[in-house]
């Protein structure tokens, strides 16, 4: 019977060194798939900032194509308000030459004032100068 016994005990022995051994082996597996779900979550982290930041470059891009309609809409609106300032001016030189012509010098100081005050005003408004009354466009502030 001590043979026996000793023989459990010794199979006991060897199951518990082999249960320890795979109590280890677990412990190993956990430790190493914890490392590996630090890393799944560090790489997800790292994509979903990469997202975001494509997402606000898109969104910049986005405006700055909205700008840029912006001016050129600006650009096509002032080329089309300078032809009409430019027709203005013609018209009004073509009907200072043609007053000049009718009646001779004592008009001419009339349709040169005209002249003047309506392309001084005019250029004025276009690049934006007037902020006062056209009768005071000459003085200094």
Request: proline share 1%; aromatic share 6%.
């Amino acid at each position: 019977m001590d043979d026996r016994v000793l023989s459990c005990q010794a199979e006991r022995d060897q199951a518990r060194q082999e249960s320890s051994q795979l109590r280890a082996e677990v412990a190993a597996m956990k430790t190493e798939k914890k490392a590996m779900q630090r890393q799944i979550d560090k790489a997800a982290k790292e994509a979903q900032k990469a997202k975001e930041e494509q997402q606000k470059m898109a969104q910049e891009l986005a405006a700055k194509d909205l700008q840029l309609q912006q001016l050129r809409a600006r650009v096509v609106d002032e080329e089309s308000r300078n032809m009409m300032l430019s027709r203005r001016i013609a018209s009004l030189e073509l009907i200072t030459s043609e007053t000049l012509k009718g009646q001779g010098n004592r008009w001419f100081h009339v349709g040169a004032w005209v002249q003047q005050m309506c392309s001084t005003s005019a250029a004025a408004r276009y690049f934006g100068w007037i902020r006062r009354p056209w009768w005071r466009l000459h003085k200094q502030e």
